[in-house]
């Protein structure tokens, strides 16, 4: 078995910095939208950004309560038609 260069060595851990910078650079805005859906409203905009604070369904609950009556009124025009 051959010993690895240093040639390989520095590319294999270069691969594996750019690889842990993609997984970075896409990972943290996910992680950023997650994190602000449960925020109350007051605080989305907050300046500086609120790293802590206690999480709320609120707006999951807005979201799919327009989206569930936005349902039933389609259901309801289909039937009657």
């Known amino acids: ?3 690895a260069t ?3 060595r520095f590319a294999h851990a270069v691969s594996g910095v750019l690889l842990w910078a993609a997984l970075l650079s896409v ?3 996910l992680a950023w939208i997650l994190l ?3 925020k109350p409203v007051s605080k989305i905009y907050q300046m500086p950004p ?3 604070f206690k999480p709320t369904l609120r707006n999951y609950y ?3 309560g327009a989206c569930a009556s ?3 009124i389609v259901v309801q025009e289909n039937a009657a038609a």
Request: charged letters at 25%; a positive charge; hydrophobic letters at 50%.
């Open 36 to 38: 602000t859906s449960f």
């Open 62 to 64: 807005k979201a799919l």
């Open 6 to 8: 240093v040639e390989t």
């Open 70 to 72: 936005n349902i039933r």
């Open 50 to 52: 609120v790293l802590f």
């Open 27 to 29: 990972a943290f805005p």
């Open 1 to 3: 078995m051959r010993r």
